[in-house]
T-cell receptor, first 112, second 111 residues
Framework: EAQVTQNPRYLITVTGKKLTVTCSQN?????MSWYRQDPGLGLRQIYY???????DKGDVPEGYKVSRKEKRNFPLILESPSPNQTSLYFC???????????FGPGTRLTVL | QKEVEQNSGPLSVPEGAIASLNCTYS??????FFWYRQYSGKSPELIMS??SNGDKEDGRFTAQLNKASQYVSLLIRDSQPSDSATYLC???????????WGAGTKLIIKP
């Protein structure tokens, strides 16, 4: 089944404790992206990747890191999480940037 | 001015009626247009994509694109309570295909 997977689905952590949210797609898509979604603010792009080893900042990159060492994986790293990073996070992928994006199930992160 | 605008709603429609959702976008080179449905706490799910002027139909859904007037709309015929969700409009703007998201319209179908 073609899909985007994310792990974990739910995470409660404390300020400053490094964490990684994994994202993987099995559709051989070149483009991958991370979003956060907060009430009233809609979807905001954090980082995106046009292809392996090519990443770029989105609209809200501060406090986040990403890497794209393999085509299928695009992990999101929070080196020192803070409470304002409490949010619902989505990973998405598409054949190319101009194509429709397919979303993972989401990761609900709470930083205490 | 936001580049992609939607009425936040909520839009309340009786069951069985036609729901009409609208999205306007700024005057840039627009490439492709998408409608997504999102249930509360779930991920966005692609409903329709449209690339050229006119109508595109898929089951109970019809997307309408008018590039001259810079709007794209989504019609849902025979609305069902299960159609109650937030509908997101997304537009590829500019030559670099940057995808811009609207804030979404909350649709409520009343039985």
């Amino acid at each position: 089944e073609a899909q985007v997977t994310q792990n974990p689905r739910y995470l409660i952590t404390v300020t400053g404790k490094k964490l990684t949210v994994t994202c993987s797609q099995n559709m051989n898509h070149e483009y991958m992206s991370w979003y956060r979604q907060d009430p009233g603010l809609g979807l905001r792009q954090i980082y995106y990747s046009m292809n392996v080893e090519v990443t770029d900042k989105g609209d809200v990159p501060e406090g986040y890191k990403v890497s794209r060492k393999e085509k299928r994986n695009f992990p999101l790293i929070l080196e020192s999480p803070s409470p304002n990073q409490t949010s619902l996070y989505f990973c998405a992928s598409s054949l190319a940037r101009k194509n429709e994006q397919f979303f993972g199930p989401g990761t609900r992160l709470t930083v205490l | 001015q936001k580049e992609v605008e939607q009425n936040s709603g909520p839009l309340s429609v009786p069951e069985g009626a036609i729901a009409s959702l609208n999205c306007t976008y700024s005057d840039r080179v627009s490439q492709s247009f998408f409608w997504y449905r999102q249930y509360s706490g779930k991920s966005p799910e692609l409903i329709m994509s449209i690339y050229s002027n006119g109508d595109k139909e898929d089951g109970r859904f019809t997307a309408q694109l008018n590039k001259a007037s810079q709007y794209v709309s989504l019609l849902i015929r025979d609305s069902q309570p299960s159609d109650s969700a937030t509908y997101l409009c997304a537009v590829n703007l500019g030559s670099n295909y940057q995808l811009i998201w609207g804030a979404g319209t909350k649709l409520i179908i009343k039985p």
